[in-house]
């Protein structure tokens, strides 16, 4: 008889952390778990089993079920922007930072609509680093034209207004990024493929996205490990198209996975995950 493992409330978060990814690994091999079999997979209590799996549900990795989880479907959901902008915003700054560490005094720059580059916004306005910024999203036009002083020049990329996402797409929106050209794109994403293709909730955004990286001479994708496990319902590119990847919690597997990719892949530190 097997001799059962000790059970614990939870453990502390580098642990937890570890736990869920390996959830969310198992959840990927068999497409469905149940809170039985965490706790005697990892020994752990039936709360700290449903917890895990509710950060996962947060997160986007999982579908939560009656006793259990299972991999969510395909996405089209989005977050309104408020609700986004308060997760995770740790993992947030730092990926920011790191963005803005890359960037020199006078480039000129598309920022999207994420949540995660708004914190680069904030990191330009700290550093006080001079920019030109061409964006679509209207939280960081307010942003830089509140507190970005003389060095900031702002662009607003204008069209339809989005509610949800606080953004302008469309036609219009496509038609000034193709009349700009952008030393770097900062950018997010709603998850990225098995095949490596980069995705977006929003057809529109995925779009305008798409533009960006064509008139850019470097763009930079800003995620944590998430962001794997999830897509999204309109393809924005292959990832091979990105030449640099900025990421937190990424297993050196999952790293060398988006290299094969084609992609350029920089760690940053930080274990939780920064939603797009």
Do not use: C, W
């Amino acid at each position: 008889m097997p001799i059962a493992r000790r059970r614990t409330d939870d453990a502390p978060g580098v642990l937890a952390e570890a736990r869920r990814r390996e959830i969310a690994d198992r959840l990927r091999a068999h497409g469905a778990v149940t809170v039985a079999e965490l706790e005697e997979l990892f020994g752990v209590s039936p709360m700290t089993a449903r917890r895990d799996l509710a950060e996962l549900e947060r997160r986007g990795v999982v579908r939560r079920t009656h006793g259990g989880a299972v991999l969510p479907t395909i996405s089209a959901h989005e977050d309104s922007f408020a609700r986004r902008l308060e997760v995770s915003s740790e993992d947030k700054a730092l990926l920011a930072a790191a963005a803005v560490q890359l960037l020199t005094p006078r480039e000129t720059i598309f920022l999207d609509s994420s949540t995660t580059t708004y914190y680069v916004a904030k990191r330009i306005v700290e550093t006080g680093l001079a920019a030109t910024v061409l964006t679509n999203s209207l939280p960081v036009l307010e942003l830089l034209f509140r507190e970005g002083g003389p060095d900031v020049e702002v662009i607003g990329i204008g069209g339809t207004l989005r509610r949800l996402t606080r953004s302008f797409v469309g036609p219009f929106a496509v038609r000034t990024v193709q009349g700009h050209f952008a030393d770097r794109f900062l950018f997010s994403v709603k998850g990225i493929a098995s095949n490596g293709m980069l995705t977006d909730a929003d057809p529109l955004e995925a779009e305008l996205k798409r533009s960006m990286i064509e008139q850019a001479g470097e763009s930079v994708l800003l995620i944590d490990h998430s962001k794997l496990t999830v897509r999204g319902l309109s393809v924005i590119a292959p990832i091979s198209e990105v030449q640099t990847t900025l990421a937190t919690g990424l297993s050196a597997a999952e790293a060398d996975g988006l290299r094969l990719g084609g992609t350029t892949v920089r760690a940053v530190g930080g274990a939780s995950p920064a939603t797009a």
